[in-house]
Structures are given as C-alpha cells and as structure tokens.
C-alpha cells in the first residue's frame, strides 16, 4: 500500500492560491493560517496516508480538533489528491461538501467531524488505545490541537490518561498563536511534560523544525510537538 503520493503535483507554493479559493464571512483566516505550515509537513512528509489508503487499516490516523477554519486544511487535503481543487470554491455553501467544519461523512479523508473544541485530543486518545487493543503498531495517530484548546478540561484528562499508559502512538501538534485565556504563555509543554509526555516547541513555520520535532524518537511515551506561530490579532 503507497501511503504517501511523492508524485502530487501541487508544492507548497500553491496552497495561498488554494486557499484564496474560500471565500465567505465565516472563514476564521487567522485559525486557519496559523495550521497552513504543521499541515502541509505533516501530509507531504510524515503521514502515512493517502487518497487510495483512506480506509486502511494500518493507515496513520490525522485528527483536525480546530476545526474552526479549515481552510488551510482543505487545502492540503485538495493538493494532496483526496479531492478535486473545483470543490474548494463552494466552501461553506449549501450543497457543497466543505462546510465551515470537517465532516467525514462527506469530505474523503476527513477522520473526525469537528465541532465544540476540546474533543479531538479524546478521540485521539480512544483512537490510539483501539490500534494498540487490535495490535496495529505501525498506525500513528496524530492530534492537532490550538493552544485556547487548552482551556477546556476534557484535553486535560486525555493529557493525563495518555501519559499514565504510555500511548506511544498517538501525537498532538499544539498551534500556539497566543490566543489561550488560561494557559501561561510558554508554558504548554511544561503541561505536557508533567504528565509524561515527550514535548519540544518549535517555531510553527520552520518546516525542517517540524519535520524533525515529528519525527524524533519517543520511546514509551506519547508526543507533543508545541508549533509556534504569530500571535491571533
């Protein structure tokens, strides 16, 4: 099974052009841009996933928990091959399939429908604890999550679950631009750490920081990668 398409023929370089594509009152552009960069490093160079592997077994598995504003994601999604860029322009219309959040029901390669924040890291956690139950040790399960995610408690206890058994498959990208109300700035990783997690914070538009912050060692532990990015203005 190919997981990842080296032969797409959309770069980097075009997602601004894709994006420009959605149009509408509802776009969320700054909860969009601040993922443009962990999303295209993740889907060009480390998810084991692709448009024919979307329901295999052993596939990585991506969580979108900020699904305010996807539209850095549909563009990658789109770029990636998992659906046609004429879908991009009828974003958040009645009949088309990309609303102004995820739906897996609709959108090829969409794992979650998204919707109150705080349930991603959850799923993740239930996700990563099923391959593991079913015996799947290649599959990887990966979170992303924006830093104000962190005000809501249910991320707290999926924090604390994955570290206390060891959930080395699953890993959560936090998107930090300043935006949380009660998380002390620079401190993210600290909450990670404490519970036993493998943390770094890396500058969230350096694509070689990614790159590696994703694919570092982490024996025994669950993965946190703390991206950061300008602040929400």
């Known amino acids: 099974m190919t997981f990842i398409d080296v032969h797409t023929a959309y770069g980097y370089d075009d997602l601004p052009r894709l994006m420009s594509l959605m149009t509408g009152d509802e776009k969320h552009g700054p909860a969009a841009t601040s993922t443009l960069d962990v999303l295209w490093v993740l889907y060009d160079r480390v998810l084991r996933v692709s448009p024919g592997a979307v329901d295999d077994v052993d596939r990585d598995r991506f969580l979108l928990s900020k699904g305010h504003g996807p539209m850095a994601y549909y563009a990658v999604l789109a770029a990636k091959g998992f659906f046609p860029e004429s879908l991009l322009a009828g974003f958040g219309a009645y009949d088309s399939p990309l609303g102004h959040h995820p ?11 998204s919707g109150s924040l705080g349930h991603g890291l959850p799923l993740g956690v239930g996700s990563a604890l099923g391959l ?26 999926a924090i604390a679950y994955a570290g206390a058994v060891g959930l080395e498959r699953l890993h959560t990208v936090v998107v930090d631009n300043a935006s949380a109300s009660h998380v002390r700035p620079g401190g993210i990783a600290a909450r990670f750490e404490a519970a036993g997690w493998s943390t770094v914070t890396v500058d969230g538009r350096d694509h070689q920081a990614l790159y590696e912050a994703y694919t570092a060692p982490h024996a025994g532990r669950p993965r946190a990668v703390v991206a950061q990015v300008e602040a929400k203005v």
Not at 103 to 113: H, K, M, Q, T, W
Not at 132 to 157: C, F, K, P, T, Y
């Open 103 to 113: 739906d897996r029901v609709l959108v090829p390669g969409v794992e979650i429908s």
């Open 132 to 157: 593991r139950a079913r015996g799947l040790s290649g599959a990887a399960v990966w979170v992303l999550i924006g830093d104000a995610e962190l005000d809501e408690g249910s991320n707290h206890e």
